[in-house]
């Protein structure tokens, strides 16, 4: 296949983890006889500094005309981001903006550790029991993220007020997919919620269940997030397979769910639209350890085996990536965030970590 692919680099650890990704797209790329043609453009805080926008014109105009975006974490240390107005901060001026333009409904974040590799875990080994292999699917473009947001005057701070709204059509499109994936994989849908207290959740299990209906080999199971919080750390295995989340707590419980296998560097993540998607790894731009070549590229990598997986329909190129990455830790080598007592030699940095995974991709 040809394609054009827009690259944001980001900020922070961005360009040296997105540097190693781009190696393992193009190993791919040279094996399996693709052609793509990158085309990087700035976005983030960096871009704020150089463009005065972290969202600017140029940089859309770069992502509406390629088939696919690959995007690095973005932001800066707390002191320099209080250098840009509020409106510029990369979140709110560059990652929802790229996330309702495209409007990318549907995030993927899987979140795995086999067996072999608990001593990744912050838990203890009989906790991640046979493994951990959860797909938790966040709505991304809807709920209390893209509500009206409404503040009192700056200067006598009365109250503030978050909108939280979900319709129908927004709830129904991302349900389907989660449940279209569990059929696919084979295991259930599990609908995590706060009916209980919201009436958002209430009107979302309503739908989820209605489209339940359509998937009756699918089993389903509704879960409280307090609830799921909680046995995320006692039983994270009873998780394994799909599993639903609203914006918000979407948001919380993937990054959860990163601690519990060990680190946010494993968590990885596919935004998917209807017409256009893009990829990104789940967590910051960790401006402490930037440029120290120590920062782990397993999510920024295995960013772009989603892209082949969810993006771009080519699921043995995203198997033969994913191979490669947890090749690498089956051999004994690890990165320096990740526990496990490994051999000091066995820590890889950031390049001797993606040209490994690219010499196992070669067969090498
Ligand atoms: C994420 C991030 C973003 C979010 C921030 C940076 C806006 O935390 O992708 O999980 O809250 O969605
Ligand atoms: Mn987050």
């Given at each position: 296949?040809?394609?054009n692919?827009a690259i944001?680099e980001?900020?922070?650890i961005?360009?040296?983890?997105?540097?190693?990704a781009?190696?393992?797209?193009?190993?791919?790329?040279?094996?399996?006889?693709?052609?793509?043609?990158?085309?990087?453009a700035?976005?983030g805080?960096?871009?704020y500094f150089?463009?005065?926008?972290?969202?600017?014109e140029?940089t859309?105009?770069?992502?509406?005309r390629?088939?696919?975006?690959?995007k690095?974490?973005?932001g800066?240390?707390?002191?320099?981001?209080n250098?840009?107005?509020?409106?510029?901060?990369?979140?709110?001026?560059a990652?929802?903006?790229?996330?309702k333009?495209?409007?990318?409904?549907?995030?993927?974040?899987?979140?795995?550790?086999p067996?072999?590799?608990?001593?990744?875990?912050?838990?203890?080994?009989e906790?991640?029991?046979?493994?951990?292999?959860?797909?938790?699917?966040?709505?991304?473009?809807?709920g209390?993220?893209?509500?009206k947001?409404?503040?009192?005057?700056?200067?006598?701070l009365?109250?503030a007020?978050?909108?939280c709204?979900?319709?129908?059509?927004?709830?129904?499109?991302?349900?389907?997919?989660a449940?279209?994936?569990?059929?696919?994989?084979?295991t259930?849908?599990?609908?995590?919620?706060?009916?209980?207290v919201?009436?958002?959740s209430?009107f979302?299990?309503?739908?989820?269940?209605?489209?339940?209906?359509?998937y009756?080999?699918?089993?389903?199971?509704?879960?409280?997030?307090?609830?799921?919080?909680y046995?995320l750390?006692i039983?994270p295995?009873?998780?394994?397979?799909?599993v639903?989340?609203?914006?918000?707590?979407g948001?919380?419980?993937?990054?959860?769910?990163?601690?519990?296998?060990?680190?946010?560097?494993?968590?990885?993540?596919?935004?998917?639209g209807?017409?256009?998607?893009?990829v990104?790894?789940?967590?910051g731009?960790?401006?402490?350890?930037?440029?120290?070549n120590?920062?782990?590229?397993?999510?920024m990598?295995?960013?772009?085996?989603?892209?082949?997986?969810?993006?771009?329909?080519s699921?043995v190129?995203?198997?033969e990536i994913?191979?490669?990455?947890?090749?690498?830790?089956?051999?004994g080598?690890?990165?320096?965030?990740?526990?496990?007592?490994?051999d000091?030699?066995?820590v890889?940095?950031?390049?001797?970590?993606?040209?490994?995974?690219v010499?196992?991709?070669?067969?090498?």
């Amino acid at each position: 296949m040809r394609k054009n692919i827009a690259i944001l680099e980001g900020d922070g650890i961005g360009p040296e983890i997105m540097r190693e990704a781009i190696k393992v797209l193009r190993a791919v790329e040279t094996k399996y006889g693709h052609q793509f043609t990158l085309e990087y453009a700035p976005f983030g805080a960096g871009a704020y500094f150089s463009e005065g926008s972290p969202f600017p014109e140029k940089t859309k105009e770069v992502c509406d005309r390629a088939d696919v975006i690959i995007k690095g974490p973005v932001g800066l240390a707390v002191e320099k981001m209080n250098d840009i107005p509020q409106e510029h901060r990369p979140e709110v001026g560059a990652i929802l903006p790229l996330r309702k333009r495209y409007d990318t409904y549907a995030n993927f974040r899987p979140v795995r550790l086999p067996k072999s590799l608990a001593g990744f875990s912050p838990l203890k080994a009989e906790i991640i029991g046979e493994g951990i292999d959860i797909l938790m699917i966040r709505e991304l473009v809807g709920g209390i993220y893209f509500g009206k947001k409404t503040e009192g005057p700056a200067t006598d701070l009365e109250y503030a007020e978050d909108e939280c709204v979900y319709t129908d059509e927004q709830v129904r499109r991302v349900a389907v997919i989660a449940f279209e994936e569990a059929r696919k994989l084979g295991t259930r849908m599990m609908n995590i919620h706060k009916a209980n207290v919201l009436a958002t959740s209430r009107f979302w299990n309503v739908v989820v269940e209605d489209v339940a209906r359509q998937y009756s080999d699918v089993p389903y199971q509704s879960v409280l997030v307090d609830n799921a919080a909680y046995q995320l750390v006692i039983n994270p295995a009873m998780f394994n397979g799909v599993v639903l989340l609203e914006n918000m707590m979407g948001d919380i419980l993937t990054d959860q769910a990163g601690g519990v296998i060990g680190s946010l560097g494993l968590m990885p993540s596919a935004c998917i639209g209807p017409d256009k998607s893009y990829v990104e790894p789940a967590h910051g731009s960790a401006p402490d350890i930037a440029g120290q070549n120590i920062a782990n590229p397993y999510s920024m990598i295995g960013s772009v085996a989603l892209m082949f997986d969810k993006c771009l329909a080519s699921p043995v190129e995203a198997g033969e990536i994913w191979t490669a990455l947890f090749a690498v830790f089956e051999k004994g080598y690890t990165t320096s965030e990740l526990g496990g007592g490994y051999d000091a030699d066995k820590v890889l940095s950031t390049s001797a970590f993606g040209d490994m995974v690219v010499k196992i991709i070669h067969g090498k």
